[in-house]
């Protein structure tokens, strides 16, 4: 098989914008390149993500993703601006494996900025891939959360902080007003909570959109339900 386009770089900058410490493009081309040596080494996962793509059992209206649980992990060094990318095969692992209905690929990009702190931006890796359609079109659904680490650097099992929520201007935009205001002395209590963390080498700063193309009752729907699923958390 030859050289395919996997990945699309206007849905990379439509979705991630200028917001990384790395070059859009070349971002592009690595993911790119990882993907078709993937498909030399065997595996049929990218294609299978691009057929479902253009799929016309597809349901656009819900933002539906292939059910597949694997994801890959793209570690980001600022300073050396270095890439590094690893599949994550959950089908292998019973005890991290995903429900059913939470199964699609992600792509993780975790950045580690020079104060210590993790930030982690996930993605579902189909809306960036072609056939996908417009990922601005509609409203994004879209949480920031906090994930506390041990000494090992793996998660701790205790209870995440969370943030949830939906808009149409684009969740980056929106992103990006939730740090201003975590800097500016927020009284909300996330905001409070994601400054106070900011330089700490033990926890992981996520920003991950789950959904997109979704009408405003679906994205309200969609709210409703993480609200309940994370009631445990602080979800505002």
Request: glycine share 6%; proline share 3%; hydrophobic share 35%.
């Amino acid at each position: 098989m030859g050289y395919m386009k996997f990945i699309k770089e206007s849905y990379v900058l439509a979705l991630l914008g200028k917001n990384l410490p790395i070059n859009s493009t070349r971002l592009t081309k690595f993911l790119d390149n990882y993907l078709n040596h993937l498909c030399e080494e065997g595996y049929t996962l990218p294609v299978d993500l691009l057929m479902h793509n253009v799929s016309l059992n597809r349901d656009w209206q819900t933002s539906e993703f292939a059910k597949i649980d694997t994801d890959f992990r793209m570690d980001v060094d600022a300073e050396k601006q270095n890439l590094s990318i690893t599949m994550l095969d959950y089908t292998a692992e019973n005890e991290v494996e995903r429900p059913y209905e939470d199964r699609r690929v992600v792509l993780h990009i975790v950045v580690k900025n020079k104060f210590g702190t993790t930030w982690a931006v996930h993605i579902p890796l189909q809306a960036v891939m072609p056939g996908f359609g417009d990922p601005t079109d509609g409203y994004q659904c879209y949480s920031h959360f906090i994930t506390f680490l041990g000494p090992d650097g793996m998660p701790l099992d205790r209870h995440e902080l969370y943030y949830c929520g939906i808009t149409k201007r684009g969740w980056l935009k929106r992103m990006a007003e939730h740090f201003r205001k975590s800097e500016k002395e927020s009284k909300n209590k996330f905001h409070q909570e994601w400054r106070k963390y900011q330089g700490d080498a033990h926890v992981m700063l996520n920003s991950e959109l789950l959904a997109l193309n979704h009408t405003h009752e679906g994205a309200m729907q969609w709210e409703e339900w993480m609200v309940d699923k994370y009631i445990m958390g602080i979800t505002l």
